[in-house]
T-cell receptor, first 118, second 110 residues
Framework: EAGVAQSPRYKIIEKRQSVAFWCNPISGHATLYWYQQILGQGPKLLIQFQNNGVVDDSQLPKDRFSAERLKGVDSTLKIQPAKLEDSAVYLCASSLRQGVRGIENIQYFGAGTRLSVL | TQLLEQSPQFLSIQEGENLTVYCNSS?????LQWYRQEPGEGPVLLVTVVTGGEVKKLKRLTFQFGDARKDSSLHITAAQPGDTGLYLC??????????FGTGTRLKVLA
């Protein structure tokens, strides 16, 4: 079974520029997550989709970040304009479904996109 | 705001030594997961613990969930260089999202 695919793997941009990341989850997985991971820290949830609807985006800086999941499959995360503090790895994960106790929705992560904002 | 603090933050040990990593919170979680992440890769799930007091073993790794489901520990016996990586705990709050811990970076020297 193919894993979670993310592209690009690396991106270097100047501050105030725009950037977009793409994620293709595991086939059949209804739940998709975007995380931001600062170097050496744990991932922070930015946004969570259930099919093509948003479940949680409470930690998404909505003045500059946006995400969509058209047709409940692929997803894109966009930053516009980027700031220096956005330098991080952006991880996409998917799970089969949501569940009350967490055992029903094992997350599978992509390799991430490493963003450097200069 | 739910927080998961991990300790130690960094750990460098010799091959063959034992170690324990702690994951602590003031919040109760429905379940807790442990992941290992290697450079340039996403986290990979090691185990999920669900019941308070539960102990699970995965080869040389032993995971325990606290009785009150607020904390957890990971013990590695006879560490090997292949155990090197970033260890992350993640608590599931029941509001359909995971809260990740601050991470423990382990380096095992040959």
């Amino acid at each position: 079974e193919a894993g979670v695919a993310q592209s690009p793997r690396y991106k270097i941009i100047e501050k105030r520029q725009s950037v977009a990341f793409w994620c293709n989850p595991i086939s059949g997985h209804a739940t998709l997550y975007w995380y931001q991971q600062i170097l050496g820290q744990g991932p922070k949830l930015l946004i969570q989709f259930q099919n093509n609807g948003v479940v949680d985006d409470s930690q998404l800086p909505k003045d500059r970040f946006s995400a969509e999941r058209l047709k409940g499959v692929d997803s894109t995360l966009k930053i516009q304009p980027a700031k220096l503090e956005d330098s991080a790895v952006y991880l996409c994960a998917s799970s089969l479904r949501q569940g009350v106790r967490g055992i029903e929705n094992i997350q599978y992560f992509g390799a991430g996109t490493r963003l450097s904002v200069l | 705001t739910q927080l998961l603090e991990q300790s130690p933050q960094f750990l460098s040990i010799q091959e063959g030594e034992n170690l324990t990593v702690y994951c602590n919170s003031s919040s109760v979680f429905s379940s807790l997961q442990w992941y290992r992440q290697e450079p340039g890769e996403g986290p990979v799930l090691l185990v999920t613990v669900v019941t308070g007091g539960e102990v699970k073993k995965l080869k040389r790794l032993t995971f325990q969930f606290g009785d009150a489901r607020k904390d957890s520990s990971l013990h590695i016996t006879a560490a090997q260089p292949g155990d090197t990586g970033l260890y992350l705990c993640a608590g599931y709050s029941g509001t359909y999202k995971y809260i990740f811990g601050t991470g423990t970076r382990l380096k095992v020297l040959a």
